[in-house]
């Protein structure tokens, strides 16, 4: 199956702090999404993103859809406690299938 | 999320055992989903469908199949459970295909020992 080679895999950061993680794939994708995942929950949908060059806020996240159509990044700033999760990338190359990124696993400190 | 419900939420079951899971959704929508969800691999596809009847294999389709016999139901089965698929399995609903109005449920823990 594809490979989406999210990174970093987990960080630690202060309260306050800005936070960036990126996507990248050999393949050329449609689509990119971000999710965010809380332990015993599915994830939840933050940014969708569309054509190559994009950049949607949602808040205090920022996404961008790489002009190679080949990676993705996602910047959250200002972080907060509730930040915490596993934010997960997904890639559309077409049809139907999405492909998960591995997850960067993030924690707040206060 | 409140427009999709799976049951069960947690399952032991043991090797060679068929298992069936289950997906409801209130939304209408026309798209479905599994998913698996395992250390180290993200969300793996595992079956789709598109409408009623209307099913196709995911990225990792071997030992499950599916069934769709009502817009609000989506089946999973193990025919016969191994200790590989061990797994988180989430459902997921989409209104429009390669859009992202996906909402997940909040997962099936199956065990298989």
């Known amino acids: 199956g594809q490979q989406l080679n999210q990174s970093p895999q987990s960080m630690f950061i202060q309260e306050g702090e800005d936070v960036s993680m990126n996507c990248t794939s050999s393949?050329?994708?449609?689509?990119w999404l971000w999710y965010k995942q809380d332990p015993g929950e599915g994830p939840v949908l933050l940014i969708a993103?569309?054509?190559?060059?994009e950049l949607t806020s949602n808040g205090r996240l920022t996404a961008q859809f790489g002009i190679t159509r080949k990676d993705s990044f996602l910047n959250i700033s200002a972080s907060i406690p509730s930040d915490v999760g596993i934010y997960f990338c997904?890639?559309?190359?077409?049809?139907?299938?999405?492909?998960f990124g591995t997850g960067t696993s993030l924690t707040v400190i206060p | 999320d409140a427009g999709i419900t799976q049951s069960p939420r947690h399952k032991v079951t043991e090797t060679g055992t068929p298992v069936t899971l289950r997906c409801h959704q209130t939304e209408n929508h026309r798209y479905m989903y599994w998913y698996r969800q395992d250390p180290g691999h993200g969300l793996r596809l595992i079956h789709y469908s598109y409408g009623v009847k209307d099913t196709d294999k995911g990225e990792v389709s071997d030992g499950y199949s599916v069934s769709r016999s009502k817009t609000e139901d989506f089946l999973l089965t193990l025919e016969s459970a191994t200790s590989s698929q061990t797994s988180v399995y989430f459902c997921?609903?989409?209104?429009?295909?390669?859009?992202?109005?996906?909402?997940f449920g909040s997962g099936t823990r199956l065990t298989v020992v």
């Open positions: 393949s050329i994708f449609n689509t």
């Open positions: 997921a609903i989409s209104e429009r295909a390669g859009r992202s109005e996906d909402t």
């Open positions: 993103l569309y054509k190559a060059g």
């Open positions: 997904a890639g559309q190359l077409t049809g139907n299938q999405f492909y």
